[in-house]
């Protein structure tokens, strides 16, 4: 009779497998919960420690950890010292395991964030040693030993031995899942016991949420994973409310809207489309925030993604309804706002909670051909303010007007201009090779804002992502009514552009530091 190895942190159907399993013939061994749970249902199993001789030891820290077991789990039937030495030895053979790991990442999700997760002794406790040894071992030896670790395959086992046994193509795709699966929780305590943020071998965990209906292009296939389970509201983990799947392209301009909204404490939208901001405002209302966003470029936020930092109303719900739209996302919607916008069928609507600032260093990856980029997130705004033009210095609504317009610049792709008007983009260039490109394109978006805005008022104020080199940008800037520009200076020709200011009766700010976005 076949004997399979039952050892299981989570119970799920594992009753109902152990009786088929019985009913098909086989012998069980577990350890001590899943033999509990057995017994208690009137399953007969043997516990590990009849087959060994030993018994559990250090508070279940060992069990499985034997030749009696491994031995049984490695040797290869077709080889005849192997056979030769189990008999002498006594040792059964294993031709199936069945388990599955500790719930170390239930675990670190529970722990509070001012905790230091690497001491909590419950964390230690819940790094499983002997699973994964079990595991390892029958993936190992997958065409004489079927390996499970998921308890979604425990019907396709069942289904298989009752047409007979089961395939080899099927066990080895059970053996590499079982490595995938040990990678993947070994990934999850390394970068949770590392300290270093650049370490000489790094893992990253990543579980697949789902399959995605193509990536960038219609020929490219694609899938969303997820990286960390600190629970932070980010985009990937936000409810979606209406609406069909989300694309690749959705949540890469989503995740753009999502961080740039949150640089604001007033109620403020963005609108992104090719994962730059097309438009951006901060005013008193979500209404009007989203009207003035939309003033900026209402040409290019035709097919965008709207992001908001307040619950999203009725009225707001109206103004969007006019517009095509592919996502909107924010904190939540009103009941009247939902009943609006549902109405427009293909629209994804997604909800999440406002994040918490990340205030300790977390890093980020990017792809390039056989290599990863790694560094540190951009959590950071400005380092230290200095006035680099004497002949004036900023007055109250071009401080207010450059404080926005620098955090805008932070999320549009170099070369940035930002132009704005109080706390409203009127124009913005991103993505060139020349900054004075980007200047000229942001000047001409400037011909469609008309909302809410008195010229007469309000400054016009520049703000850009890295250092002016030559006095062209200044130049073209007063030409188009720039009253105060910021940037984050440090060009060894600063001088040259500051003089040009100065001639120009331009105010300077730097902010010391740059924010490129490649």
């Known amino acids: 009779m076949p004997t399979v190895l039952l050892s299981v942190s989570d119970k799920t159907d594992v009753v109902d497998f152990a009786k088929e399993l019985k009913y098909l013939g086989w012998n069980i ?6 033999a509990k749970i057995l017994k208690e249902n009137f399953i007969q199993c043997r516990e590990i420690s009849e087959i060994t001789g030993f018994p559990e030891i250090l508070d279940g820290r060992v069990k499985t950890l034997n030749p009696k077991i491994h031995g049984g789990i490695l040797a290869i039937r077709s080889n005849s010292d192997h056979n030769k030495q189990l008999n002498c030895h006594g040792i059964e053979t294993i031709d199936m395991v069945v388990v599955n790991l500790y719930p170390f990442e239930a675990t670190i999700k529970k722990i509070p964030k001012s905790e230091d997760k690497r001491i909590n002794q419950d964390v230690i406790e819940n790094i499983d040693i002997g699973g994964v040894a079990l595991l390892r071992a029958a993936a190992k030896n997958y065409k004489d030993v079927v390996v499970v670790c998921d308890v979604n395959d425990y019907k396709i086992i069942i289904e298989n031995l009752k047409s007979g046994s089961v395939p080899e193509r099927l066990k080895l795709d059970l053996a590499a899942k079982v490595f995938r699966h040990t ?38 296939d694609a899938a969303l994973y997820f990286n960390g389970i600190e629970g932070k509201p980010v985009v990937i983990s936000a409810k979606q409310l209406h609406g069909k799947e989300l694309s690749y392209n959705n949540y890469l301009d989503l995740e753009a809207a999502w961080c740039l909204v949150h640089e604001f404490d007033n109620p403020a939208c963005v609108i992104i489309k090719h994962n730059n901001p097309c438009g951006c405002a ?10 003035k966003a939309l003033a900026c470029d209402p040409v290019s936020a035709f097919g965008g993604i709207i992001a908001f930092n307040k619950l999203v109303e009725e009225n707001t719900a109206v103004e969007i309804s006019k517009l095509f739209v592919e996502c909107v996302i924010g904190p939540g919607y009103s009941k009247e706002a939902l009943d609006v916008l549902v109405q427009k069928k293909n629209i994804r609507l997604l909800v999440q909670e406002i994040p918490y600032g990340e205030k300790k260093k977390s890093v980020e990856f990017r792809t390039i051909s056989h290599g990863m980029l790694v560094q540190d997130r951009d959590n950071e705004l400005l380092s230290e303010i200095k006035f680099m033009t004497s002949r004036r210095q900023p007055n109250k609504t071009e401080c207010e007007a450059l404080n926005f317009a620098w955090k805008v610049s932070k999320y549009v792709k170099s070369n940035a201009i930002v132009l704005a008007r109080r706390t409203q983009t ?10 004075v490109d980007s200047l000229k394109i942001a000047a001409e978006k400037m011909k469609y804002v008309k909302h809410g805005l008195d010229e007469g008022l309000f400054s016009l104020v520049l703000a850009s992502d890295a250092f002016f080199p030559f006095p062209d940008i200044v130049e073209q800037a007063a030409k188009i009514g720039v009253t105060a520009i910021m940037q984050p200076g440090g060009s060894v020709k600063d001088n040259e552009s500051i003089k040009a200011a100065e001639k120009l009766n331009i105010t300077m700010i730097a902010t010391s530091m740059r924010h490129f976005r490649h």
């Not at 061994?29 to 899943?34: E, L, N, P, Q, R």
């Not at 901060?282 to 009207?291: H, S």
């Not at 009127?426 to 900054?435: D, E, L, T």
């Open 183 to 220: 990678a993947y929780y070994d990934s999850l305590i390394s970068n949770y016991l590392t300290y270093e943020k650049f370490p000489t071998q790094m893992t990253i965990p990543l579980k697949k949420l789902s399959k995605l209906r193509y990536g960038e292009n219609y020929h490219q």
């Open 29 to 34: 061994i577990s350890s001590g919960g899943t």
């Open 426 to 435: 009127v124009g913005i260039g991103a993505g060139q090779m020349s900054r």
């Open 282 to 291: 901060e005013d008193a209302t979500i209404k009007d925030a989203y009207l």
